[in-house]
């Protein structure tokens, strides 16, 4: 069975309603331009938008990063069944590149959790 091959289809006249208002958006730049200005100690908000907070430690960090790498390899996975030619030799390498990563962090995982086992109370 042959499979499916993705192609992009381009609406070169796409409709009014999903065109950008940059009146609009120049407004809204406009304000939240200013309002930095006004007080330049106000935290710029696109800076908060994702943030890890300080206090996590490395274990945990490590732990949602192999987690997040194993969505990406499946992710990567399934994508790489629906192409064929160049674009599924550019899905494959970013599925070994997520592969490679995910070892390396489950292998910081392993590491840490081995020398933490191995220091005993005082």
Not at 57 to 74: E, F, I, R
Not at 90 to 114: C, D, H
Request: no cysteine.
């Amino acid at each position: 069975m042959k499979k499916p091959r993705l192609t992009l289809i381009k609406n070169p006249n796409p409709p009014i309603s999903d065109a950008l208002d940059l009146t609009q958006m120049s407004e809204e730049i406009e304000r939240r331009v200013s309002a930095r200005l006004r007080d330049p100690k106000r935290s710029v908000p696109t800076g908060s938008i994702f943030a890890v907070n300080p206090d996590i430690d490395a274990p945990t960090l490590l732990a949602y990063a192999s987690q997040n790498l194993a969505s990406v390899k499946a992710m990567s996975t399934d994508l790489v069944a629906q192409l064929e030619g160049p674009h599924r030799n550019k899905a494959l390498a970013i599925q070994r590149l997520a592969v490679l990563t995910e070892l390396l962090v489950n292998q910081a995982l392993k590491n840490i959790s081995s020398r933490e086992s191995r220091i005993k109370p005082v």
